[in-house]
């Protein structure tokens, strides 16, 4: 079978799709950078080429038709293929470039990614990271459907084929009311906290788990009725006196340091008590050197934070 010549080119492709976001040809023409009669001929020559009427012409905002949408859907996904095959090139040449999309939840990434991305500018200023936060119940299945090229996450993550790096051991700290009784010691152990109400994230967070477990072998009590939806949100239960809970150290480091007066930090366990953090990715994408580069620079970065143990 003879490879065909295609009629049509992913310029046109992109014109078409531009035509479709924005309703008008001036418009798109502006975002594609050519001059509207420019635009109108490459669309007019794309329906020639594939013999389809692709826009609905007459007044009022312009419409793509059944075809049209239909061509718009699939270029989409041609001129990402491409972008893709670009992006590829510059990883080849220089180990770490071109676009990377990066799932995490919102219990590490808006605490450790500005400072990660900052690094990643200067180091590496062909990479684009396209950072996006989502629900940990979603990480896993967006990790293999696609949506994200990998994500950073507590370890460990389940998947026979799924590749993974450590990065750095986080502690996690007692948070207490100001008032409570155990406000004047320095630090705390299990026996401090038998018998207390501890409150934790929703089951759909790992880190629940973990503090679930640790209550269990220390005779604490994991609230049922109070579980919070965020790190702030247990904060706030903490300083209106409703139970203890743990935060991690980035968390601590960004919005209670210097800053929140509502509820005080207590180290656990001389701060032996940790949740592991890394990168996860499809073992099967190809990229696991880029990965392990870009692993490589969040280690960096967080070697300036001292409460954390870098892990190789």
């Known amino acids: 079978m003879q490879n065909a010549i295609l009629p049509f080119t992913l310029r046109q492709l992109r014109y078409l799709t531009a035509l479709e976001e924005t309703g008008h040809f001036r418009e798109a023409a502006e975002s594609c950078g050519i001059s509207q009669p420019s635009l109108s001929v490459q669309i007019k020559t794309l329906e ?14 312009v419409r793509l038709t059944l075809a049209g949408r ?3 859907r699939r270029g989409r996904e041609m001129l990402d293929a491409g972008q893709g095959i670009l992006d590829l090139s ?7 470039g071109g676009t990377i999309r990066l799932g995490t939840s919102a219990t590490l990434g808006p605490y450790l990614m500005p400072h990660v991305v900052g690094d990643l500018h200067r180091t590496h200023p062909d990479l684009r990271l396209y950072i996006r936060e989502a629900a940990p119940r979603d990480l896993l299945r967006e990790l293999q459907d696609g949506t994200h090229d990998l994500i950073l996450t507590q370890l460990p993550v389940p998947g026979a084929r799924l590749s993974s790096a450590r990065l750095f051991r986080e502690p996690l700290a007692v948070a207490l009311p100001t008032d409570h009784a155990l406000a004047d010691r320095p630090e705390l152990d299990a026996p401090d906290l038998a018998g207390q109400t501890v409150l934790s994230l929703s089951p759909a967070y790992a880190l629940h788990d973990q503090i679930a477990a640790l209550c269990n072998d ?5 609230s049922r009725d109070y579980e919070g939806t965020s790190l702030d949100a247990l904060r706030q239960m903490v300083a209106m006196d409703m139970g203890l809970t743990f935060l991690p150290a980035l968390y601590v480091r960004s919005e209670i340091e210097g800053r929140a007066q509502d509820v005080i930090v207590r180290p656990f366990r001389r701060r032996r008590f940790s949740r592991s953090i890394g990168l996860v990715w499809r073992a ?4 696991g050197p880029s990965y392990d580069k870009l692993a490589d620079a969040i280690r960096a970065t967080a070697r300036r934070f001292p409460e954390l143990v870098i892990e190789a």
Do not use: C, N
Request: net charge negative; glycine share 16%; proline share 3%.
């Open 48 to 61: 020639e080429a594939l013999d389809l009427v692709l826009v609905e012409r007459g007044r009022g905002p």
């Open 70 to 72: 239909e061509v718009a």
């Open 90 to 96: 510059v990883t080849l040449k220089s180990g770490l």
């Open 218 to 222: 220390i005779g604490a009590d994991v």
């Open 284 to 287: 099967s994408s190809g990229a």
